[in-house]
């Protein structure tokens, strides 16, 4: 993901993707960490052997300086924060990266920061072929490891970023996780980078260490100058170099109103997304990495409604193995007991079979052997994963969702793989939640058409917006040239949305979201009006949301979503939205709350 613009004619404002909330004024620290060169040198057959040592000991130093990432780490913030280390070094150890390397310096007689650095180009290329945003960022974190290991081979100091003065905004190419740490330690105020997307690692860590950030910034590195002032405003996805007294004046005065509404809002996070008239809607949180539950719970969040298993794949080259999968999925329930986490079984997309199975590459990934078919094609993987879970549900209170169900038979398939791994759990004596809730995701017109088909042979149905307006309206969610095509008060998507809700509820089944739409405050009381019982969404989102169903009355919700249905045109319903909304809330609220959730349409 790149840049959105470059800014102003003056170059004084840089655009960017708004990736962690937050305002921040303070002077530039800009970490240059160039390229290190690497050119090819042959090397003669006796030097083989020391080459191969320099290797591994370069290996081993960077798992001892990791390691020592980690310890710090854990020292300051407990055991929260420290996973994404750990994948850096199971990264570290990968026969796909060490393997390659060593047969270079072997069979190729090549030095070993060349063998090396071709393995690294090689294992990224697979990355580069993904068309998902947040699958193709992973391929950064092989970039650092592969980094660290290249400038112990060279003899360079690794974790040279420094430590800059508290309260300094960082402006660097790119940040590794450890380096995103380390930042947080040294109480940064902010960071912007050249590189990365909204769900890169780091900014994944910058919304859970609740750091202002702006990443996908074209060139920040060489177009701020370190020491210069600048105001990073991590809502709208802008820099400002060089800021007048006016602006200076203008965003101390937005950051303390931001301040002050968030705060105001965590007052309510613990209570009840109850409406004045006493209808309950849950309240949930979407989490990629464990990480982010700390923050998720810090925001009110009820429970976790979307936990994104796939990424356990995509910091390794490998797969994981079942008791990776169980301890993940109990360390997780653990901390999110009593509330219940809903695992949804791994969503990769097609290509990603190129790195593990060796598939060839598909023209239209978003439609071709991802998600549930390929868990349903490789039902080893699939299994595997789903032992590991139900062995976790004996620790909490589980639930297993399928994503990309498109009806009522892959429906069967999946399910039958799970009552298989019951069974051979059963005969192995180990203990699972024997009633542990199995649901779908509805994210494909002909779910939702058979909503009432599948919502008799499940235990919950998620509308999973992003893919479900993706595919309703033909608009691949990745194009920036048909973005202004995505519209969640579509009426299509309305009528989409009230006839799941009805079908689930008319099966007697609970229907909730977690795509984007549902952390809409904006869309919050028409939401409530057409039924959902949950609403998944990123953890800032959750005490607006909350505040804005709390305020509301179900009977005028359902007003509401009666008259945006009746409406023709998306101008229509969105006017009619905003126009129910901006009666029942002031404009600062609203404005405010656009500027928590990174909203497009109240920004
Ligand atoms: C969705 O499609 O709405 C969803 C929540 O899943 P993802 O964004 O992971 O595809
Ligand atoms: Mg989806």
Not at 529 to 547: A, F, R
Request: charged content about 30%; some cysteine; overall charge negative.
């Amino acid at each position: 993901m790149s840049g959105t613009g470059s800014g102003s004619a003056d170059g004084r404002w840089l655009a960017g993707i708004a990736a962690s909330p937050g305002i921040a004024i303070g002077r530039a620290h800009v970490i240059d960490r160039r390229r290190v060169k690497t050119p090819r040198r042959r090397i003669e057959d006796f030097e083989i052997p020391d080459e191969l040592e320099r290797f591994e000991a370069a290996l081993a130093l960077s798992d001892e300086q990791l390691e020592r990432v980690k310890r710090k780490l854990r020292e300051r913030e407990g055991e929260d924060h420290f996973q994404i280390i750990e994948a850096h070094q199971l990264i570290l150890h990968d026969e796909h990266l060490v393997e390659p390397t060593r047969r270079r310096i072997r069979e190729e007689r090549a030095n070993a920061e060349w063998a090396l650095r071709r393995t690294v180009e090689e294992i990224k290329s697979v990355f580069d072929a993904i068309e998902e945003d947040y699958f193709r960022e992973r391929r950064s974190d092989i970039d650092f490891v592969g980094d660290r290991i290249l400038r112990n081979l060279l003899g360079e100091q690794v974790d040279a970023i420094g430590t800059p003065a508290a309260g300094a905004v960082v402006i660097a190419h790119d940040l590794s996780p450890a380096d995103t740490a380390h930042l947080h330690r040294a109480s940064c105020a902010a960071f912007v980078t050249d590189a990365g997307g909204k769900t890169s690692h780091s900014a994944i860590l910058a919304r859970a260490f609740e750091i202002p950030a702006v990443v996908g910034v074209e060139r920040a590195t060489e177009k701020i100058a370190n020491g210069a002032m600048v105001i990073v405003d991590g809502m709208r996805g802008q820099v400002l170099i060089a800021p007048t007294q006016e602006e200076l004046e203008d965003y101390r005065g937005r950051s303390r109103r931001h301040s002050a509404f968030v705060g105001e809002l965590l007052g309510n996070r613990d209570l009840p997304a109850e409406t004045t008239d006493g209808a309950r809607v849950h309240i949930f949180a979407n989490v990629e990495i464990a990480e982010e539950i700390p923050s998720a719970m810090d925001h009110g969040a009820e429970g976790i409604g979307l936990y994104r298993t796939e990424f356990l794949f995509l910091e390794r080259a490998d797969l994981p193995r079942e008791e990776e999968h169980f301890m993940h999925a109990r360390g997780v329930l653990r901390r999110v007991t009593p509330f219940p986490v809903t695992f949804r079984t791994f969503d990769l997309g097609g290509d990603k079979v190129v790195a593990f199975a060796g598939a060839g590459k598909e023209a239209n990934p978003a439609l071709g052997l991802r998600s549930i078919r390929l868990c349903l094609k490789e039902r080893g993987l699939f299994k595997t994963q789903l032992r590991g879970l139900l062995r976790a549900s004996a620790h909490g209170r589980a639930r297993i969702m399928f994503p990309m169900i498109s009806g009522v038979t892959e429906l069967r398939e999946a399910k039958g793989v799970v009552e298989e791994a019951k069974d051979e759990l059963r005969k192995e004596g180990l203990p699972f939640d024997e009633s542990i809730p199995v649901g779908i995701m509805v994210e494909m017109p002909s779910a939702a058409m058979t909503a009432d088909l599948l919502a008799r042979e499940c235990d919950f149905l998620s509308i999973g917006t992003n893919d479900l307006i993706q595919y309703s309206l033909a608009i691949d969610r990745g194009n920036e040239h048909v973005d202004y095509l995505y519209h969640p008060l579509h009426p299509a998507i309305l009528r989409t949305v009230r006839y799941v809700v009805d079908a689930g509820h008319a099966a007697g089944v609970r229907v909730g979201m977690c795509g984007e739409m549902a952390g809409e405050p904006m869309f919050a009381l028409v939401l409530c009006g057409l039924g959902l019982d949950e609403l998944s969404m990123n953890s800032t989102s959750i005490p607006v949301v909350k505040s804005v169903i709390r305020a509301s009355g179900l009977a005028e919700a359902r007003k509401l979503a009666q008259d945006a249905l009746a409406l023709a045109t998306v101008e229509e319903v969105e006017r009619c939205v905003h126009e129910a909304m901006a009666q029942r809330f002031s404009e600062d609220l609203l404005r405010a709350a656009g500027e928590v959730s990174g909203s497009k349409t109240t920004g």
